[in-house]
T-cell receptor
Framework: KAGVTQTPRYLIKTRGQQVTLSCSPI?????VSWYQQTPGQGLQFLFEYFSETQRNKGNFPGRFSGRQFSNSRSEMNVSTLELGDSALYLC????????????FGQGTRLTVV | EDKVVQSPLSLVVHEGDTVTLNCSYE??????LLWYKQEKKAPTFLFML????IEKKSGRLSSILDKKELFSILNITATQTGDSAVYLCAVPANNDMRFGAGTRLTVKP
């Protein structure tokens, strides 16, 4: 069974630009959650999509948005990039049922210059 | 406010030592607690605990949950250099997943 696939692996953008990250979950999984990981803040929850609907949302500004497609693949978009958005962005895939584990992708390392 | 606190933040041991990592939590409507190991990028799943007092075990790693005292421990016996990583504890909260800051374990040969 293929794991969680995130693309691209690395990205360099300039301030003010926008970026789209992609996550393909494990086959059969309907839930995709996105996280931002920085040395100072640790792993922080961005949002979760389940069956093409945003089910949960963390405390991030509206510049961070996402969507999920009918095949459960998800994209995350960040507009008007700021230097502080530099981070490792991880997505996690799960069945979406309660008390089931989530499996992480390798992440996208975003650097904003 | 929901929170997850891990201790210690970092730990340096020698191969063969036994370590205990701690995770305490305060969340409403507790359902489960998860442990992950993060070496370079992707955290890899270790355990999920839902019931108090039942030990989960996988090789040299084991974990137990105390729902009364709101904490979990992760034990690693006979540590190896390959155990060097950040160990993360996570608890699903009302609308999100709360992660602790992690414990950075370094195992020296």
């Amino acid at each position: 069974k293929a794991g969680v696939t995130q693309t691209p692996r690395y990205l360099i953008k300039t301030r003010g630009q926008q970026v789209t990250l992609s996550c393909s979950p494990i086959s059969g999984h309907r839930s995709v959650s996105w996280y931002q990981q920085t040395p100072g803040q640790g792993l922080q929850f961005l949002f979760e999509y389940f069956s093409e609907t945003q089910r949960n949302k963390g405390n991030f500004p509206g510049r961070f948005s996402g969507r999920q497609f009918s095949n459960s693949r998800s994209e995350m978009n960040v507009s008007t990039l700021e230097l502080g958005d530099s981070a490792l962005y991880l997505c996690a895939s799960s069945s979406g049922q309660e008390n089931t584990e989530a499996f992480f992708g390798q992440g996208t390392r975003l650097t904003v210059v | 406010e929901d929170k997850v606190v891990q201790s210690p933040l970092s730990l340096v041991v020698h191969e063969g030592d036994t370590v205990t990592l701690n995770c305490s939590y305060e969340v409403t409507n507790f359902r489960s607690l998860l442990w992950y190991k993060q070496e370079k990028k992707a955290p890899t799943f270790l355990f999920m605990l839902t019931s108090s007092g039942i030990e989960k075990k996988s090789g040299r790693l084991s974990s137990i949950l105390d729902k009364k005292e709101l904490f979990s421990i992760l034990n690693i016996t006979a540590t190896q250099t390959g155990d060097s990583a950040v160990y993360l504890c996570a608890v699903p909260a009302n609308n999100d997943m709360r992660f602790g800051a992690g414990t950075r374990l370094t195992v020296k040969p």
